[in-house]
Antibody
Framework: QVKLVESGGGVVQPGNSLTLSCAAS????????MHWVRQAPGKGLEWVAR????????EYADSVRGRFIISRDKSKNTVFLLMNRLGRDDTGTYYC??????????WGQGALVVVSS | VLTQSPGTLSLSPGERATLSCRAS???????LAWHQQKPGQAPRLLIA???TRATGIPDRFSGSGSGTDFTLTINGVEPEDFAVYYC?????????FGQGTRLEIK
């Protein structure tokens, strides 16, 4: 079955960088778009970024464009989110998700990022 | 923009829940999903393509709608159904979620 495992979360100071990883298994990684979605404490879901199945298209929410970079390593079935110039508004749980137009999304368990001095 | 209503729905177990999601523009191919989230857990897909239940989702959950108006219905709410429900469009970027409907025990 689809399994997505995020890692790399933690506490980081404002202005610094952090990279999240999401290891995928149970499906053909090269056939699916991959997404990052975040959730601030007590708030709703916010889409962050998308990598197309072939990694030729990368799209971002306005709130992170120019600071965050999504990428994928086909050899390791892993998608990454490099987060630069982090601010306190970036605090939250970051979820990796597999996108599918036909069957909908599958979610990882999430990684907590806390931006604090 | 996706607008969900009501913000909070208070029901007793066994009652029917009707959750609404309205889009500010037509959603192509009915690429509208519903997700359930319980405290401390990741979201879980319930419905994709407006009306197709995800694998393992009980048939008391049903989705309907097209264009800009969509509905999630829970026929006979069970104790484990009390949670927050989000609608989501995934036809094009930026992908957006509704603000959520909290289903609480009356």
């Amino acid at each position: 079955q689809v399994k997505l495992v995020e890692s790399g979360g933690g506490v980081v100071q404002p202005g610094n960088s952090l990279t999240l990883s999401c290891a995928a298994s149970g499906f053909n990684f090269n056939s699916y778009d991959m997404h990052w979605v975040r959730q601030a404490p007590g708030k709703g879901l916010e889409w962050v970024a998308r990598s197309s199945f072939d990694d030729e298209r990368r799209e971002y929410a306005d709130s992170v464009r120019g600071r965050f970079i999504i990428s994928r390593d086909k050899s390791k079935n892993t998608v990454f989110l490099l987060m630069n110039r982090l601010g306190r508004d970036d605090t939250g749980t970051y979820y990796c998700a597999r996108g599918s137009f036909t069957s909908g999304w599958s979610w990882g368990q999430g990684a907590l990022v806390v931006v604090s001095s | 923009v996706l607008t969900q209503s009501p913000g909070t729905l208070s029901l007793s177990p066994g009652e029917r829940a009707t959750l609404s999601c309205r889009a500010s523009q037509t959603i192509s191919f009915n690429y509208l999903a519903w997700h359930q989230q319980k405290p401390g857990q990741a979201p879980r897909l319930l419905i994709a393509g407006s009306s197709t239940r995800a694998t393992g989702i009980p048939d008391r959950f049903s989705g309907s709608g097209s264009g800009t108006d969509f509905t999630l219905t829970i026929n006979g709410v069970e104790p484990e159904d009390f949670a927050v429900y989000y609608c989501q469009h995934y036809d094009s970027s930026p992908i957006t979620f509704g603000q959520g409907t909290r289903l609480e025990i009356k």
